[in-house]
């Protein structure tokens, strides 16, 4: 009887992923708490790696479905729905407000349905409990293995979690209006970019412009306000514009990376951490190319420093192989290997930018035939100190306000 049901689960069509912009009431209008609050979330530890398995009647495994991932993905999307400022609490972060989540899944796989209960706690910034609250919500599937389903009941369960708390509890309304009511001011990040074309195009990393209230560029001794034209969030890449027309720009080679050639990091990662002034100056390092079994990124060893997301990653001979993305989590690696990481840095590949640039319109003179500015490619290779002259005035520091 099991295996019948089973067929005929596997056999319909799965769920489609919930956009939480359309669950009820997900807009903070009618709630105490401001939007622009900052807000700290708190998820149990490693509770994105948990697994559900599912078991036959005969005890063996048939699926194991990433629960805990589409669990945290869903506690990301619904809060940041809410709260325009969310991230994750740790000793060098602020808030106004930290909320507690975990929660539980059960499959039915005689009715086809996913259920999920979500335990949801509010946190003053000094970790006074203001309150807490269960939730429960379920979503229909037609297959047993459906992870996307999992994410909605999630989803559904979170923001009914949210809403209950924050609209409908009047015990906790006191509670609430005694946080403080100013938003907590997070200082500014930095990131770096380079100009792609002689029109004012810079390329960095997505995350380096994310939550930023304005983004500026300094070229030189000059400041300019930085907009941004496109992003690719799968792919971590941003284009941003600026009021200048650099004669200076980058010439990318997509078929240049290979392992064990020798490159070159040119970018703003901060060097000294004792100093608190806010210029920045730019740094160099240097590795090699240490895999490329990973589509989407090179990994390099080459030193990187908060500062040098977004940095070109520069061949010998002047051109540009990938753009530095991050690097290894040594706490995770050592968790999952038994081993601490040595040089494991990661740049997207330029093949994925180019695509990227190109699919979005963003001219890239050398790939046009126009080779009249940017970098000319050597005969002979450079050395480290031509590298830094010739990229000097084509990187630039990124800061987000």
Known sequence: MYSIFLLLFLCSCGATKLNVATLPNVTQSSASIPANYSVAMVLPKDRNRAMHRIVNQYGVTTFTLREGMMFESAAVSVLKSVFHNVHRLSDKTSQNLIVVLDGALEINTFFGSYSTTIRLALLTPDGTEIGKIEARANEGSGLVNDEVAIYNAYSKAINNAVQKILHRNPEYLPQIARLPQKKIAHGASYGTGF??????????????????????????????????????????????????????????????????????????????????????????????????????????TAPIQPGNSGSPVITLRGTVAGIVSSTVNPIRYQEETGALPQNINRAIRSSIVVRFLQTNNIVLPELAGDTTGGIQSPSIDLTQTQIAQQFEPIVVPVTCH
């Open 195 to 300: 100009f792609v074309n002689n029109m004012g195009y810079i390329l960095t990393n997505k995350h380096v412009v994310t939550d930023c209230e304005a983004l500026s560029v300094d070229v030189g001794q000059q400041r300019f306000a930085a907009s941004p034209v496109v992003t690719d969030p799968n792919n971590d890449l941003a284009v941003l514009r600026i009021d200048y027309k650099s004669p200076n720009y980058v010439r990318f080679d997509p078929s240049s990376a290979q392992i064990g050639q020798s490159i070159t990091i040119y970018g703003y990662g901060k060097q000294n951490v004792e100093s608190n002034s806010p210029e920045r100056h730019p740094s160099l390092s240097t590795g090699n190319i240490s895999y490329l079994g990973d589509t989407q990124h090179i990994h390099i």
